[in-house]
C-alpha cells in the first residue's frame, strides 16, 4: 500500500472517531407554526435561552410464562420540553399560547387555543461545533406569572415555558418521528440547513438562497 493510500485510510479513520465532547451551552431557539401540516407559516426566534430540558421517556413491558420473561417490548411515552429564557416577548406569546390582544392588552382564557408549532434550539461545544435537536410538533402551555421583590442586590428573573411533542410525519423516514438531531462542526452549517428544511420545510434564515430545480 502506496504513502498516500495510508494517509487517507488515516484520515478516515480520525474522521470516523466516536465525539466524546459535553455540550457546555445552549443557544439559537427557533419554533414555527406548522398547525396540521409539515411547513411553518414563518420561523421565529426566540433569545436568550438558557435552559432547556427534552424528556423522551421510555419504559420495558415484559410478558410473561413458565415462571420467567417471555417477550419484552418498549412503551415509549410523551415528549415533553422545559425551557428557560431570559425573557419571553409578548409578540411570542401571542403566537406560541393563542392569547389575544385588544386595545393595546393582552389577555388568556379557559378558551386559549394554542397552534400546533415545530421547534429546534442548538446544543453548544467548546470547539465549536453544535448539535441541532428538531421537535416537529408539539403544542405551548401557559407559564406561571412569578415576580419577586428587589433587595439589597439586583436579581434578574427568569422565564419558563413547557409543551409537549408529539409524533409527526418527516420527510425521508418511513415512520413518523417526534425528535431528530443534527450535528455540525465549527463553521458548517449543512446538517443544520438540513434539519431545517425536514422540520420546518423552509430554510434557516440565515441559509443561502437554494438553488432552483431544473425547468422551474
Known amino acids: ?35 396540521d401540516g409539515t411547513i411553518a407559516e414563518a420561523i421565529e426566534r426566540v433569545k436568550f435561552l438558557q435552559t432547556i430540558t427534552v424528556e423522551m421517556p421510555q419504559e420495558p413491558v415484559r410478558a410473561y410464562g413458565d415462571n420467567q420473561t417471555a417477550e419484552i417490548a418498549v412503551s415509549g411515552g410523551d415528549v415533553s420540553v ?19 390582544t385588544v386595545d393595546g392588552i393582552t389577555a388568556t382564557g379557559s378558551n386559549d387555543n394554542p397552534p400546533y408549532v415545530a421547534a429546534i434550539f442548538a446544543k453548544t461545544y467548546e470547539d465549536g461545533s453544535k448539535e441541532y435537536v428538531g421537535l416537529p410538533k408539539g403544542m405551548f402551555t401557559r407559564p406561571s406569572v412569578t415576580g419577586n421583590t428587589k433587595g439589597e442586590s439586583t436579581e434578574f428573573t427568569t422565564e419558563e415555558i413547557t ?13 413518523e418521528k417526534s425528535a431528530l438531531f443534527a450535528r455540525d462542526t465549527k463553521g458548517v452549517t449543512t446538517n443544520r440547513d438540513a434539519l431545517f428544511m425536514k422540520v420546518f420545510g423552509v430554510s434557516h434564515p440565515e441559509a443561502g438562497t437554494p438553488t432552483e430545480p431544473e425547468g422551474v
Open 1 to 35: 500500500m502506496n504513502k498516500a493510500n495510508l494517509l487517507k485510510m488515516n484520515l478516515q479513520h480520525f474522521a470516523d472517531e466516536k465525539n466524546y465532547r459535553a455540550s457546555t451551552g445552549v443557544d439559537e431557539f427557533y419554533y414555527g407554526v406548522v398547525g
Open 82 to 100: 422545559t425551557a428557560g429564557f431570559h425573557k419571553i416577548p409578548i409578540e411570542d406569546k401571542e403566537t406560541l399560547l393563542g392569547w389575544e
Open 163 to 175: 409543551a409537549s411533542f408529539m409524533d409527526r410525519e418527516v420527510e425521508g423516514f418511513d415512520d
